[in-house]
């Protein structure tokens, strides 16, 4: 069975400043998809990225990147320049390539907290 | 476009009450995927469904609970005989293709159900 870990609970950063949220999964597959999505207080989730398995280049939305290690099983979000508007809880998900099954593999999260 | 629809968007049962939980997916979306999320918790898939079909229902308790996602009507979630257990948010997404797609999931605001 596939399961997807977020190892920080809780995180900050200073605005306009940058960092980076850690996500490890265990899987047997060879393609798949992961993808961070971020929930706002508001509770909606918000797709911020996604990452096919099978493409070697890193993922890139506006501010938001990735680094996805496919040997290492690791898949990092980067924002850059961090906004007030970042605060939320980020979480990480892993899916089989459509075919087999279409649910989402979520990890527990990570909080992240923007200070002015 | 609207986005998905779920209502009601806060739901209080007493124990023993019937809880019915409501979405409406995108236009378009013909996929519709049902998730849990406790306090503190990542989102736990329940069940996956196509128009008049239960497509993948690994995620569901056995016992209570039951979705349906008829050919006309939105996709109704439904948890008989609530126990305070049940208290969480109920988060539904819709998809164009699913199986066949991308992968990309499209989330609804969620309906908080609070068992007193």
């Known amino acids: 069975a596939q399961t997807v870990t977020q190892s920080q609970p809780e995180m900050s950063v200073q605005e306009a400043e940058t960092v980076t949220l850690s996500c490890t999964y265990d899987?047997?597959?060879?393609?798949?998809?992961l993808f961070w999505y971020k929930q706002p207080p508001s509770r909606q989730m918000i797709l911020v990225i996604r990452q096919e398995a099978y493409k070697q280049q890193n993922a890139t939305e506006n501010r938001f990147s990735v680094n996805f290690q496919k040997a290492a099983k690791s898949f990092s979000l980067k924002i850059s320049d961090s906004q007030l508007g970042d605060t939320a809880m980020y979480f990480c998900a892993f899916m089989k390539v459509p075919g087999s099954q279409g649910n989402l593999i979520f990890g527990k999260g990570t909080k992240l907290s923007v200070k002015p | 476009n609207a986005g998905v629809m779920q209502n009601p968007r806060h739901l209080v049962r007493r124990r023993g009450q019937e809880a019915r939980l409501r979405c409406s997916p995108m236009k378009g979306h013909s996929h519709v995927y049902w998730y849990r999320q406790l306090p503190e918790e990542g989102l736990k898939f329940m069940v996956y469904?196509?128009?008049?079909?239960?497509?993948?229902e690994s995620g569901m308790p056995k016992e209570r609970f039951s979705a349906e996602f008829p050919k006309e009507g939105p996709s109704i979630l439904r948890i008989q005989q609530v126990v305070r257990g049940d208290s969480a948010a109920y988060f539904c997404?819709?998809?164009?293709?699913?199986?066949?797609?991308?992968?990309?999931?499209?989330f609804g605001p969620g309906t908080r159900l609070t068992v007193t």
């Open positions: 899987t047997s597959e060879s393609n798949y998809y």
């Open positions: 469904l196509q128009k008049e079909n239960i497509i993948d």
């Open positions: 997404a819709s998809s164009p293709k699913g199986l066949a797609g991308t992968g990309e999931q499209y």
